[in-house]
């Protein structure tokens, strides 16, 4: 878990890069707070060149996966849906269930909700009693259904995609979400994998719950360290008057707005506090505004928007050293660690 959320990332073929004959390390990713993966199996008739590699390892350390089909309507829903659940049927079932990516915008001639529904429904028959879903947009969905129609989808979860924002818009005919795609924009050799960036989700309830509605009764999260970096920073935004607070979280009481492209000097970046998505980052802060001097914290990261930059000045000092800053030989700062 992090910052006290179930997180589950999604990856696909993308995440391997071909020229190096590593591939996603899944314990690098459950080290460093993930629950699980939900794996990109196919398009159209294409399988996922990774996917079953991506499999057998991740089946090896025992970490949650699902799996996705992205649909694309240039070829007949029910020929998708059968090879899914050819490639599914090559190992065990996905305990993260399946899913059903509707995002696409071929203009093919299976697109639109009816050939939505029969991939779905294709894949309940050849999965009686396993857990089927639509992965979406709110915008894509709702302009590729109609409203009259969309009842017919309730039976099926949804994991939704809305990015920048700190609760996702959910769509008729659902009031809530299984998954929430919060971001693209992770750090992807952080968890593990060989692209730049990862997709990035969160569960809609909490570790009991996922273990309950997946039946991981015998899931145990790696907890990864919620440690910041501590050294001397220069901070700064180009884009945002940035609001100081009192404590590393979004809630936290403003304690000045410091203009944009004001430089701050920061002794550490550390992730929020509690209860922030995986990536938040805040800088603790020390800036000067209208002649008064301000300490506390700006938010790096928040909800995948980048707010602030930030320059390593000092670098980190081992545990139990001092850090002192010296400008034209006058000490500045001191801090021991």
């Known amino acids: 878990m992090i910052n006290n959320q179930v997180v589950v990332f999604d990856i696909s073929f993308y995440q391997d890069n071909d020229y190096t004959p590593y591939k996603v390390d899944f314990s690098i990713m459950k080290s460093n707070g993930g ?20 499999v057998k390892n991740a089946d090896n350390i025992k970490f949650p996966r699902g799996a996705y089909w ?7 829903p029910t020929i998708q849906a059968d090879l899914f659940a050819d490639v599914i049927e ?4 996905p305990a993260l269930g399946l899913w059903g990516d509707y995002e696409e915008t071929y203009g093919g001639s299976f697109r639109g909700q009816v050939n939505f529904k029969t991939f779905l429904d294709r894949l309940k028959e050849r999965f009686p009693g396993k857990s089927v879903g639509v992965y979406t947009a709110p915008s894509y969905w709702i302009v590729n259904t109609t409203s009259g129609y969309r009842v017919n989808f309730k039976s099926f979860p949804v994991w939704i995609a809305h990015y920048k924002v700190n609760k996702p818009e959910i769509p008729l005919p659902w009031d809530n979400y299984v998954f929430w795609q919060y971001t693209a924009e992770t750090e992807g050799k952080k968890f593990g994998v060989e692209s730049n960036e990862l997709d990035t989700n969160v569960f809609g309830g909490s570790l009991d719950d996922y273990k309950r509605y997946f039946l991981l009764e015998d899931y145990v999260p790696a907890e990864p360290s919620n440690g910041g970096t501590i050294g001397m920073y220069k901070v700064w935004s180009t884009q945002y008057n940035m609001t100081v607070r ?13 203009p944009k492209n004001t430089v701050m000097q920061a002794d550490r970046i550390e992730p929020q506090s509690s209860g922030g998505l995986p990536g938040d ?9 209208n002649g008064i001097s301000y300490t506390g914290w700006v938010a790096i990261v928040h909800n995948g928007v980048t707010y602030c930059n ?10 139990g050293h001092v850090v002192e800053v010296f400008i034209d030989g006058v000490l500045e700062y001191r ?3």
């Open 90 to 93: 090559q190992s065990p079932f």
């Open 246 to 258: 009192n404590t590393n979280a979004i809630g936290g009481t403003g304690l000045v707005s410091v």
């Open 70 to 76: 992205f649909y694309d309507s240039r070829t007949n």
């Open 310 to 319: 930030y320059e390593l000045i000092v670098e980190p000092t081992p545990t």
């Open 35 to 54: 629950d699980g993966v939900i794996l990109r199996a196919g398009q159209n008739v294409w399988i996922d060149e990774d996917y079953l590699d991506y």
């Open 335 to 337: 801090k021991e660690l």
């Open 281 to 289: 980052r805040w800088a603790h802060v020390t800036v000067s505004v």
